[in-house]
């Protein structure tokens, strides 16, 4: 879930916007107010939301504010044309603001990267809940960690997540099982485990592995 929410009443400005995402994996949806950005967080998983602080009637400070408070997943991004905006954030004591870009911005970069690391902040965050909801518990086998990791990733996590957190748990097991083997077990068990580890990261089956 990668879509962005842009609030902006400049139609220019949305257009640049539109050409600094172009050919970036992100759903992108679009509001000119207030009140459409709420409609759309309403029926749409928000993960990250822009908004131009220099929007009439309801300020982009207010848009972010009320985001933050009602959908706190949300990473929030601030852009002006003012830069002393940044001091007005500030001064607010509100929390959450993610990033704050001067606008118009000279180069592609200077939006898309902050927008960047706010999907991947976001996507770790989310990476250490759902580490921590599925490893905190003492009482669980290797076994039924992995096995609750492989569930997890086919509905919540993309390949990569449930590869790492697999992989973990794979290796833990190797070293406790090689514990006081003898040398020759242990070179056979440590060819399985490759393999083990082999299959999780190019995540394929038995066959398209190496014997």
């Known amino acids: ?46 993960a990250l939301a822009i908004a131009d602080l220099d929007i009439p009637v309801i300020s982009g400070l207010e848009i972010l504010e009320m985001i933050g408070h009602i959908y706190p997943d949300t990473v929030l991004i601030a852009i002006s044309e003012e830069p002393y905006f940044e001091n007005v954030i500030n001064s607010s004591g509100m929390k959450g603001i993610f990033k704050f870009v001067v606008r118009p911005w000279e180069k592609r970069g200077d939006l898309l990267l902050p927008v960047r690391e706010g999907m991947e902040y976001r996507e770790l965050k989310k990476l250490k809940e759902q580490a921590g909801v599925l490893l905190g518990n003492e009482k669980l086998s290797s076994e039924d960690i992995a096995s609750k990791i492989r569930e997890r990733s086919a ?14 748990v794979i290796i833990q097991s190797s070293i406790n099982e090689l514990k006081g083997r003898p040398e020759e077990d242990k070179a056979v068990r440590t060819a399985q485990f490759t393999k083990m580890l082999l299959k999780e990261y190019m995540g394929a089956f038995t066959e398209n592995v190496p014997e």
């Open 1 to 46: 879930m990668r879509n962005i929410l842009f609030v902006e009443h400049d139609p220019l400005v949305t257009e640049k916007f539109r050409d600094c995402i172009s050919g970036e994996e992100f759903n992108c949806f679009y509001a000119s107010s207030g009140m459409e950005a709420l409609e759309i967080m309403r029926s749409t998983e928000i």
């Open 155 to 168: 509905c919540e996590m993309d390949r990569l997540e449930a590869v790492i957190e697999v992989m973990a």
